[in-house]
């Protein structure tokens, strides 16, 4: 019943592998789930491969192709019950386990999340990899299916997060299968409808949403850099890379955790370098002018995308987070500084301070204006709706005054 597609390790070609007797040409997996009454609740047919991108102890960086390292099994797939929904959990190699779960609604289900989990332990796998430990990409669908129709999408679906590209086609799942009968009724995915090869479809339900990925905010992390024993740089910011390429923006946050911070103090320029498994370089170049204040001038990055590329761009005319030397400079809000068409660093709770830096703290800080916006717009509200009620008031006083004069002459 399972098939597997195997990849070896980059450029000694591929490996099909199937690991159950009959079609040797298909690499499918298949899962038919039945409940305590032997009857089908959640049926799924797809094809699906992985590249995984890790550090090795050297700094350099390895990608790999999940290749065949053991049986594929279905521990902990459930039909779902009252507390929790369907799932489907797929056990592979040296610790790979890949999920995907399901929730109903009133006339729809939906592919809620998959989940894919490895292990860099695993030194056939990940040979050399600098941080062992078991890694998850995670990544919410939502993808609405009318109730008793069985989803088709044979088009190639991508899913790109952090280190992991995720591919899937020819895909056929139900869940919530009524009277343990696959339907026939399809819902094809949106890509397959536009496809030419289009099967007949029935649409009598909402047409399918595909909502788009939410991106989380990116978790805060305190940057420093040192002179001598001293910290003479300091900054604390939840980063989101924003990297444009082909028209198609990929979204990354970085982790503060994995994320690690050099650099160098001068009189008039202070420089950041951040970089991490993925990052080779990100320098935030700051700047004095005028000799009172100072101000982001320049980035330069340099990264390795997922399919193994490399993105570089550098910016040295940029004036961002301007504040007077001796300060820091604050901004909650999201702010973009944006270092090129295809560039662009949207940053949160930012907090910097490339100058000055004493007994390693922040001094005094200069908040932006989208921070200062929170504060100014409930005041002038506020003053508006006060100056309405005087206004209200009065105009119901001299009413008053008005009507009970007219009665008195009456
Ligand atoms: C994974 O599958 C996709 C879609 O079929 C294919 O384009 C890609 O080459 C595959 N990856 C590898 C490493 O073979
Ligand atoms: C790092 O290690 C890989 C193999 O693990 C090797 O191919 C590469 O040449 C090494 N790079 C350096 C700079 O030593
Ligand atoms: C399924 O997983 C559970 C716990 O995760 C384990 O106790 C059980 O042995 C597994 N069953 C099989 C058949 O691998
Ligand atoms: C689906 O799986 C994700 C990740 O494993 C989990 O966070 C989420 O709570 C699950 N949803 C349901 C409805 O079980
Ligand atoms: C399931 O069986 C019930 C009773 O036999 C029937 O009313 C219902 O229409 C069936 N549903 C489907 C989707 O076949
Ligand atoms: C990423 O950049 C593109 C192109 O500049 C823009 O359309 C998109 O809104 C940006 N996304 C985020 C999350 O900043
Ligand atoms: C970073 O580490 C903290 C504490 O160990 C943890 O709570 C947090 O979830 C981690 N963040 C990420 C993005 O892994
Ligand atoms: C990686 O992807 C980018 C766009 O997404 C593309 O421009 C680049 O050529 C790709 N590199 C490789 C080696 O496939
Ligand atoms: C960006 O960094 C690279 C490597 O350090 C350097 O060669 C390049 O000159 C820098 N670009 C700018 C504009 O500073």
């Not at 070609?13 to 007797?21: E, Q």
């Not at 005041?379 to 009507?403: E, N, P, Q, W």
Request: proline content about 4%; aromatic content about 10%; overall charge negative.
């Amino acid at each position: 019943m399972v098939c597997f597609r195997l990849f070896p390790v980059p450029g000694s070609g591929l490996v099909l592998v199937c690991l159950v007797l009959g079609a040797v040409q298909s690499y499918a997996l298949e899962l038919n789930l039945t409940d305590s009454e032997k009857a089908t609740c959640l049926y799924a047919k797809w094809q699906m491969n992985f590249t995984v991108r890790y550090e090795t102890t050297n700094k350099t960086y390895k990608t790999v192709t999940i290749s065949d390292r053991g049986t594929v099994t279905y521990n902990g797939s459930i039909c779902g019950d009252d507390q929790n929904g369907p799932k489907i959990a797929v056990q592979f190699g040296p610790g790979f386990s890949w999920t995907a779960n399901f929730t109903k609604a009133a006339s729809t289900y939906s592919i809620d999340s998959i989940s894919f989990s490895y292990n860099t332990g695993d030194n056939t796998t990940f040979p050399d990899a600098e941080d062992k430990g078991i890694l998850t990409a995670d990544e919410l669908l939502a993808i609405k299916i009318p109730l008793n129709d069985l989803f088709r999408c044979n088009s190639l679906s991508t899913l790109e997060k952090n280190d992991v590209v995720q591919h899937y086609w020819d895909v056929l799942v139900q869940a919530f299968v009524q009277n343990g009968t696959v339907s026939t009724n399809e819902f094809l995915c949106d890509k397959d409808k536009t496809s030419t090869v289009a099967p007949t479809v029935h649409t009598t339900v909402p047409s399918p949403t595909t909502a788009p990925i939410p991106k989380e905010k990116p978790e805060a992390g305190t940057y420093s850099v040192n002179n001598g024993n001293d910290t003479c740089l300091l900054a604390t910011m939840g980063l989101q890379l924003n990297i444009t390429q082909d028209k198609v923006a990929s979204v990354i946050n970085i982790n503060p955790n994995t994320t690690h911070s050099t650099g160098s103090c001068r009189s008039h320029t202070a420089l950041l370098r951040l970089h991490s498994s993925t990052i080779k370089y990100l320098d935030f170049v700051f700047a004095v002018k005028n000799e009172n204040r100072f101000y982001l001038k320049e980035v330069n990055i340099s990264m390795y995308l997922v399919n193994g590329s490399v993105f570089s761009i550098a910016n040295n005319n940029l004036s961002y987070w301007d504040a007077p030397l001796g300060s820091s400079y604050m901004c909650n809000k999201e702010q973009t500084v944006s270092v090129s068409g295809a560039f662009q660093i949207n940053t949160f709770d930012l907090r910097v301070q490339p100058f000055n830096v004493t007994q390693g703290k922040y001094s005094t800080a200069q908040e932006c204006s989208l921070d200062d916006d929170t504060i100014l717009i409930p005041i002038i509200v506020g003053a508006g709706l006060s100056g309405l009620i005087i206004v209200i008031v009065i105009a119901y006083v001299i009413g008053r005054r008005k009507s009970y004069a007219g009665y008195q002459t009456l």
